[in-house]
């Protein structure tokens, strides 16, 4: 039951739409859309760290898209640089908001 519940939820989870026509976008305006999100990733963290992620940054998408490629290559930064990157791209809120979470002391 809770499998057939996920189901629908998943579907409407990747379904993206154009946020100002709500018009459902095409496999080739998703596509568009990811990769400028990771290439807007790539750019922050090789201005903010370029000595830590120049090989990150420099990388073909196809190389760094996965999971695994995007946790191996931040683990490079300490948790108070991810957060200040997350907090950068708007993924997280900013200092000034009263709801986000605390930058640790320790890096």
Do not use: W
Not at 14 to 40: K, V
Not at 46 to 63: C, Q, T, V, W
Not at 82 to 94: D, F, N, S
């Amino acid at each position: 039951l809770k499998q057939l519940s996920e189901e629908p939820l998943n579907f409407y989870v990747s379904f993206e739409i154009n946020e100002h026509t709500g018009a459902a976008l095409s496999r080739d305006e998703m596509l568009a859309r990811h990769y400028n999100r990771i290439q807007l990733l790539q750019r922050h963290c090789y201005k903010e760290h370029p000595d830590l992620m120049r090989d990150f940054a420099l990388s073909n998408i196809g190389a760094i898209e996965t999971r695994d490629a995007l946790t191996a290559h931040l683990s490079k930064l300490s948790p108070s640089q991810e957060l200040a990157l997350l907090r950068k791209l708007r993924v997280l809120p900013t200092d000034g908001d009263p709801n986000a979470p605390p930058i640790p002391l320790s890096s």
